[in-house]
């Protein structure tokens, strides 16, 4: 684990209410940072508190070991098993909120929106262990919505403060060649999404699918993420904050899954196929909370 971190001593800027509208979200925007890979974390002046919607974007590009370039979505496929976030892209952006050495972290890469879930400063690394001959850095844009009173609160909705309002969307390329994606999104209780997929893949030269998957090829070995469904379907999962996971789910061409009380943690959306080198192709899939 790389080192976090000085003790805060950041203004306050907690996030006031909109007095015309206390439901409409007021964004706002921060200075850009430069978050390069170093001992330790990079520090923000940017004090969040529990239950505000954060927005980060990044761009540019980082040199690891001296010798390999990525973005910050990480190198695909790679993993460094040192790094802040051993299953995550190597080389990818990472956040974190606050100095507790037990707070979540959260893999941001291109882009992601999520929901503070403590008070606390905000803090970004790069994932990947070795700072030695690293060149570059990620710029780093983040707005966080000042008024809480846009994110929806009461006995119904479920841990008060954290659950995102409806309206919120991100659309997502899930790959043909790989297995898992992650969404970016975190997930929390008593959350409905509306997850709508489109497009076609090549599961050989014999066969294509679209995500509903392919009916003439029937995943009927444990090898495949989801049995009994098509060949090429779209697939989710949640992984947890334990490390744990949820049972796989088809989601095909569209599905309103519901997450239940106590689950916490990210989507990953994924392929129903069992030898994925021969893909080709991709789904696009709009996601709606």
């Known amino acids: 684990m790389k080192l976090v971190i000085e003790r805060d001593t950041v203004a306050d800027n907690r996030p006031v209410p909109d007095a015309g509208n206390p439901n409409r979200p007021n964004w ?6 430069d978050v390069k890979l170093e001992e330790q974390w990079y520090r923000t002046r940017i004090n969040l508190m529990r239950g505000q919607r954060v927005r980060v974007s990044s761009s540019g590009t980082i040199t690891l070991d001296g010798r390999t370039q990525t973005g910050p979505e990480g190198l695909s496929g790679k993993r460094d098993p040192d790094a ?10 990472v956040a974190v909120i606050g100095q507790d050495p037990n707070a979540p972290m959260i893999f941001i890469g291109r882009s992601n929106e999520f929901v503070a879930d403590r008070d606390g400063v905000l803090y970004f690394t790069v994932n990947h262990w070795e700072t030695r001959d690293a060149r570059g850095s990620f710029r780093v844009n983040v707005s966080a919505d000042r008024n809480l009173s846009s994110v929806p609160v009461g006995p119904d909705s479920g841990n008060v403060g954290q659950v995102p309002s409806r309206g919120s969307e991100k659309t997502v390329t899930v790959p043909s060649t790989q297995q898992w994606t992650d969404t970016g999104i975190d997930l929390e ?14 599961l050989s030269s014999r066969y294509r699918s679209t995500p509903d998957g392919n009916r003439d090829v029937i995943a009927n ?7 009994g469904e098509g060949a090429g379907a779209l697939v989710a999962k949640i992984r947890y904050r334990d490390g744990r996971e949820s049972n796989v789910v088809l989601i095909g061409s569209r599905s309103t899954p519901k997450t239940e009380q106590g689950e916490y943690g990210r989507l990953f959306l994924g392929i129903n196929d069992d030898f994925l080198r021969d893909n ?10």
Do not use: C
């Open 221 to 227: 070995t444990a090898s495949f993420p989801l049995q």
């Open 28 to 33: 706002e925007n921060f200075p850009a940072v």
């Open 84 to 93: 802040p976030m051993p299953d995550q892209n190597d080389g990818g952006l």
């Open 189 to 202: 209780p008593n959350m409905t999404l509306d997850i709508v997929a489109e497009g076609n893949i090549e």
């Open 280 to 289: 080709k192709g991709s789904y696009t899939v709009r996601i709606r909370w």
